[in-house]
């Protein structure tokens, strides 16, 4: 019992050494040559940086692609979906109340074409993503705003649609709105 | 659209299984010490026995076994308690994050010492880097390998032949990380990070947003721990929302991956077998009885997630791209259901999507998954599952045929019965008696416990049902919707992980040492050939009927009657 307590404790502190300290050594060495070097790929505008690529913020304003509801509210330091169960009637009044906001501030926009992400809330409440149709239902929104060409918008958010090999298609709402952004020269 | 999404799990799945197959044959050729190709690791292997003090020729007999396997767990279950209760003033915590309470520290120490993952902490503020890496990823490897050193060792007592000495624990152990756990995990990790997962040391990275919040990200030493999170079927995510999180999980790409490293071992260590025993048709029975479950288990899944929600339907929004609550674009609904079957019916635990807001009937199959623990199961265990499933089915048709039950050669009696039924009988018996004495806990006093359930009714009794399933099942996922931050709910949980992963394993290998002692039968006609379909099907009515027919009258209190509320 004794000294298979003692191989124990000295087997341990061999494998701590080899996967804890060896294998994230490598690891770490590798990432060096990785996009952003290991401490996440980062977008900088005018030399600073504005958000992380992979990790969603709050977009809300009329003016920008608003990004999906969020039941961490885009804190990116503490990740978390809603956890509403599917039949909760709290939680599907929120939704229908969502959808309901979301056509007022989209006049002309039919709820048929509001797609379901835009009123749910994702599973890390960090999405970076919108569906291209969530994108595409807001243009005429964001054109307004911007008093811009409807048909330049559109055509801007095609250009950002990143094609899904096998996943579904999909916009990066951060990289969509500063193109969006340095369209208008800001 | 629906097309592209239902190709991608295809092919996922498709390319784990032929993966698998070669894989097994490999650890096969290792676990017998024959020749292979990762020989050059020889050297490396008998230094680090050398440093550990041990002879890793010497046959061990099952109570040996036993001994050298529990005794230590043991010494990681003290250091990861120390690590967790003192993280706060160990090095590595550029966050300034806290010591976890004596509770909670419990609840996580075995959580990761039985490689459940059950997580009542998000990674983000309540681990340190430390822990993430010395207590955490550390466990997630060692766990794993203990897993398939006992898994090994039964294989061993179904040879032929009569012995006591059952191989050397220390062996199989070591070569599991050496040749299979970290090589694997490195490529795994090195996918991550080309994607974008961090792999860094400093602390999180306040920035100002376009529209001028102020956000700090929290990054970490991630790609290394969530490659072995996967392979090592653990699941416990670096981050609050696991494989959700954009940064455990980028791109479509790194989620295939994940997923395919999260079913090759448990895959492989079925073909393992048969070529172990040199019985390949074997492995073919045991494969085809554990396909039929799974994707009995995974085609209503996709189905329902990928039809939405119906109530939202109702509201007249476009749910072309299925239920999106609780699931990332980039994934969609096929892949997040998928996903979700996999680390179920795998005892993994990770997620990328939210369980808690999936459909009802997607919640049952994923409940029916760690009820039955055995259609595929964790690495190495859930074919120690398998095995006691087998045992009761070889009984059972002795019965009904008039001969004596035999398996292998090997006679099943009284004894073997005795403990295949107590281990069958314990899993139901700690999730329903769990569910049952917290929901009176909460019916006697629902507002003193109202922080538990985040939603009402049925899916609020799921939320408890699902906790106690998914510790019992040592698997880790949850209704995450549940405050289980508690005394009461990370003790109960903490005690039925620790009976629910080592009983299970106590007891095969139990089994297998019996049996591993009786004279062997040559096979003749009158053998009960347990290599064919038909036996396929007897062991898989004996999973029905024992794993979830047991939990039908709980079923129809949580997902079954929220799904005819909804529907």
């Given at each position: 019992m004794k000294t298979q307590l003692l191989s124990a404790l000295r087997l341990t502190l061999v494998m701590l050494v080899l996967c804890c300290g060896l294998y994230p050594a490598l690891i770490t060495v590798a990432a060096q040559l990785a996009p952003g070097h290991g401490e996440g790929v980062q977008i900088s505008r005018h030399g600073r940086v504005v958000g992380f690529a992979n990790v969603g913020q709050k977009f809300d304003r009329p003016e920008y692609f608003n990004s999906r509801p969020s039941a961490a509210d885009y804190h990116a330091d503490a990740s978390s979906g809603s956890n509403k169960g599917p039949s909760n009637p709290e939680y599907l009044a929120v939704v229908k109340a969502r959808l309901d906001t979301f056509l007022l501030q989209n006049p002309g926009v039919k709820a048929a074409d509001v797609p379901a992400e835009l009123i749910t809330a994702s599973g890390s409440g960090l999405d970076p993503h919108l569906s291209p149709a969530g994108a595409l239902v807001q243009v005429a929104r964001v054109a307004r705003a911007r008093r811009l060409p409807e048909a330049r918008v559109r055509a801007l958010v095609q250009q950002q649609i990143e094609p899904g090999t096998l996943g579904p298609d999909h916009v990066n709402v951060l990289k969509l709105n500063l193109a969006l952004d340095a369209l208008a020269g800001l | 659209m629906m097309n592209k999404e239902l190709l991608g799990i295809l092919l996922i799945f498709g390319s784990t299984m032929l993966l698998a197959l070669p894989l097994g044959r490999y650890l096969a050729t290792i676990y017998r010490g024959e020749k292979s190709w990762t020989d050059f690791l020889a050297p490396l292997e008998r230094l680090l026995f050398r440093a550990g003090g041990i002879d890793a020729k010497r046959g061990m007999t099952w109570q040996q076994h036993l001994g050298a396997l529990l005794t230590i767990n043991l010494a990681w279950f003290v250091w990861a308690m120390l690590v967790f209760c003192f993280q706060g003033s160990l090095p590595l915590n550029p966050d300034h994050n806290p010591n976890m309470t004596p509770d909670q520290a419990f609840n996580t120490a075995i959580s990761f010492l039985v490689s459940c993952n059950l997580q009542?902490?998000?990674?983000?503020?309540?681990?340190?880097?430390?822990?993430?890496?010395f207590a955490i990823t550390f466990l997630q490897f060692v766990t794993a390998a203990t897993g398939m050193a006992a898994c090994v060792v039964v294989f061993n007592a179904l040879k032929e032949g009569t012995t006591e000495k059952l191989g050397n624990f220390y062996d199989y152990f070591v070569k599991s990380i050496t040749r299979v756990l970290l090589p694997i995990a490195t490529v795994v990790a090195l996918v991550l990070v080309f994607q974008g997962t961090p792999m860094n040391w400093t602390g999180k990275a306040p920035?100002?947003?376009?529209?001028?919040?102020?956000?700090?990200?929290?990054?970490?030493?991630?790609?290394?721990?969530?490659?072995?999170?996967?392979l090592g079927t653990n699941g416990g995510g670096f981050f609050g929302a696991n494989s959700a999180h954009p940064l455990e999980n980028p791109t479509y790409l790194t989620n295939a991956v994940e997923n395919f490293a999260l079913v090759l071992i448990p895959l492989a260590m079925v073909f393992a077998f048969g070529y172990y025993l040199k019985r390949p048709r074997l492995s073919y029975m045991v494969m085809g009885v554990m396909t039929v479950g799974f994707l009995l288990l995974l085609a209503p899944t996709v189905y329902y997630e990928m039809h939405g929600n119906p109530a939202i339907t109702h509201m007249g929004a476009d749910q072309s791209l299925g239920a999106m609550e609780g699931k990332e674009?980039?994934?969609?609904?096929?892949?997040?259901?998928?996903?979700?079957?996999?680390?179920?019916v795998i005892s993994c635990g990770s997620v990328n999507s939210m369980h808690d807001s999936h459909m009802p009937v997607s919640g049952m199959a994923e409940l029916l998954g760690m009820m039955t623990n055995a259609f595929y199961g964790g690495v190495g265990v859930g074919f120690l599952n398998f095995f006691v499933f087998v045992i009761i089915a070889v009984f059972i048709s002795g019965l009904m045929v008039g001969r004596t039950p035999e398996l292998l050669g090997k006679k099943i009696e009284a004894r073997e019965m005795?403990?295949?039924?107590?281990v069958a009988l314990l899993h139901?018996?700690?999730?329903?008696?769990?569910?049952?004495?917290?929901?009176?806990?909460?019916?006697?006093?629902?507002?003193?416990?109202?922080?538990?359930?985040?939603?009402?009714?049925?899916?609020?009794?799921?939320?408890?049902?699902?906790?106690?399933?998914?510790?019992?099942?040592?698997?880790?996922?949850?209704f995450e919707g549940l405050g289980d931050n508690t005394p009461w709910w990370n003790i109960s949980t903490g005690v039925v992980m620790i009976l629910a992963r080592y009983l299970p394993i106590i007891g095969p290998v139990a089994i297998a040492g019996l049996l591993a002692r009786k004279k062997y039968i040559p096979e003749s006609a009158g053998t009960l050939r347990v290599d064919t379909a038909t036996f396929g099907v007897m062991v898989f009515f004996v999973i029905w009927i024992i794993a979830a027919l047991a939990f039908f009258p709980a079923l129809a209190l949580g997902p079954l009657a929220e799904h005819f509320t909804l529907y």
């Open positions: - | 009542h902490y998000s990674g983000e503020s309540g681990a340190t880097y430390f822990s993430q890496l920035i100002v947003t376009v529209q001028g919040d102020s956000v700090n990200v929290s990054r970490g030493p991630a790609a290394a721990m969530i490659a072995i999170k996967e674009v980039r994934f969609g609904a096929a892949a997040s259901a998928y996903w979700g079957i996999t680390n179920t005795k403990i295949a039924i107590i139901p018996l700690l999730i329903l008696a769990g569910t049952a004495m917290s929901a009176h806990l909460y019916a006697g006093n629902p507002t003193e416990y109202a922080g538990w359930l985040a939603n009402p009714g049925y899916h609020g009794f799921s939320e408890m049902f699902y906790e106690f399933t998914s510790s019992a099942a040592n698997n880790g996922s949850g």
